[in-house]
């Protein structure tokens, strides 16, 4: 189950990448930040509906899937918009 949750992740490293070098490491704790905060919630959530290790691990694959989706919306803006 996990792994349709690391898959998205592999497609942020070329942003992580950007945002480090473009001295933009605050965007990308932020986003960092944002996807921990969702995947406690969504761990904390879904184990009080199932008690199984199979809960945790689709919150940790929503909050990777998250996470990608941010992380490559922000770069694309970040690319379009840049000065």
Do not use: E
């Not at 990308?28 to 969702?38: E, P, R, S, V």
């Not at 904390?44 to 809960?55: A, D, E, G, P, V």
Request: aromatic content about 16%.
């Amino acid at each position: 189950m996990l792994i349709l949750g690391i898959y998205p992740v592999t497609l942020v490293g070329f942003s992580a990448n950007y945002f480090n070098s473009t001295n933009k490491q605050k965007s990308y704790i932020t986003i960092q930040m944002i996807a921990l905060i969702i995947n406690i919630f969504l761990s904390i959530i879904l184990l009080k509906i199932n008690y199984n290790i199979i809960s945790i691990a689709i919150g940790t694959s929503i909050s990777y899937l998250i996470y990608s989706i941010l992380m490559n919306i922000y770069f694309w803006i970040s690319i379009k918009y840049k000065n």
